[in-house]
């Protein structure tokens, strides 16, 4: 009598089988969908400088090759800046 039941039970090594299967494929699915959400998040997000790509040039690049002389004063001012924060005195 035994030996026909025992017949269609499984013994502990194949449920300890079967038990890993299901871990295993439970956790491949909640990573994939943790994966998910992060990646949909992530294109939500605004572009951080560096990360987003523009397109096309200056309108009129000739504008930038001779600096007007309000660019020169800002620069000479952030030079010495630059020069007083480390100590050093900037002369023209």
Do not use: C, H, V
Request: charged share 30%.
């Amino acid at each position: 009598m035994l030996n026909g039941i025992r017949k269609y039970m499984a013994d502990t090594t194949e449920l300890g089988t079967f038990a890993m299967i299901a871990i295993t494929l439970g956790l491949i699915f909640f990573i994939w969908r943790l994966r998910n959400r992060n990646l949909a998040r992530i294109q939500d997000e605004p572009a951080i400088a560096g990360q987003d790509e523009l397109s096309g040039g200056a309108i009129d690049p000739s504008q930038f090759e001779e600096p007007d002389d309000d660019a020169l004063d800002e620069m000479q001012d952030l030079l010495e800046k630059a020069a007083e924060s480390q100590g050093l005195s900037y002369e023209e």
